[in-house]
C-alpha cells in the first residue's frame, strides 16, 4: 500500500504523468549530482561533466532526446544569455550522439 504523500499526489493523474514525475526526478538526480560533484569548478569543466554523463547515458539507451530538452528547461532559467547559449549548443549536439 502507498504512503499518504504517495497518494495524495498522485491523484487525478494518469500513468503518463507519473512517467513525467519520474523521468523529471532522474532529471533532477542528475543535476544534483553533477551540482555536488562539480561545485566550485569553472564552467568548462562542469560543461564537461554534462556532456560525459550526457554522452554516456545517451548510448546506453537512458537518456532521450526529449530528456536533454527537459533538462535545458530546467536549467535555462537559472543561466544568463551567453551561458544558456552554450547550453544550447552542448544539449543540441548530445542529440546527435
Known sequence: MEDFNSF???QGK???DNQKMSMDKNLFD???S???KFDGKNQSELIKAIYEEA???KQNGTLSNADIDNFREMLSPLLDDKKRKILLKVTEELKKI
Open 34 to 36: 553533477l551540482s555536488n
Open 14 to 16: 494518469n500513468p503518463n
Open 30 to 32: 542528475l543535476i544534483t
Open 8 to 10: 495524495a499526489s498522485n
Open 55 to 57: 554522452k554516456k547515458g
